[in-house]
């Protein structure tokens, strides 16, 4: 696979997995309301695609390896993976009640990361069940941390 594509593949998907869960489960526990929540989700899909694609293109640009191709297929590839792992987050939400919605998109947003993460460490010959457990992790300390925040806030501002 092409470095390009696989910084793409690999940020992009990442990124959108661990962003949108976070500020979705932040918004969720802050605020309980759908409305918000999918301004997130689409705000997350849109900008935040936009910046890390930027970012990405800024980081490999500052790598005198790639060409010019390579960085653009970066970019690109982190917007279009980022935007459309995001956008998914979506459609149990607008499809479903708020409350299971949220552990959905949970269970979806952790079985992706827990498929990347297999791949990646079969394709660096790691241990598996390290190289997914450590990811796993990350992932959940993030929600857990953002429905704190989201608790924080709420009770904080809106009482």
């Keep these: 696979m092409r470095h390009s594509f696989n910084v793409g593949l690999s940020f992009g ?8 869960l976070g500020l979705m489960i932040g918004l969720y526990s802050g605020t309980n309301s759908q409305f918000v929540v999918i301004g997130g989700i689409l705000t997350i899909a ?11 293109h800024i980081a490999e640009e ?8 390579e960085v653009w297929e970066s970019t690109f590839g982190t917007f279009i993976f980022k935007f459309i792992v995001a956008s998914s987050f979506l459609i149990p939400v607008i499809l479903l009640d708020l409350r ?3 552990i959905t998109c949970i269970v979806w947003g952790l079985s992706l990361l ?3 993460s297999y791949t990646i460490a079969k394709k ?7 190289v997914i ?3 796993l992790f990350i992932a959940v300390i993030v929600i857990i941390v953002a429905n704190y925040v989201g608790q ?4 904080t501002f809106m009482n």
């Design 100 to 102: 299971i919605a949220v």
């Design 133 to 135: 457990g450590e990811h």
């Design 46 to 56: 849109i900008a935040d695609s936009m910046s890390d694609a930027l970012g990405i």
């Design 114 to 116: 827990g498929i990347l």
């Design 124 to 130: 660096r010959d790691a241990k598996v069940w390290r």
């Design 13 to 20: 998907l990442t990124s959108g997995i661990i962003t949108t």
């Design 152 to 155: 924080f806030l709420k009770l």
């Design 62 to 69: 500052s790598e005198d390896s790639h060409s010019s191709r």
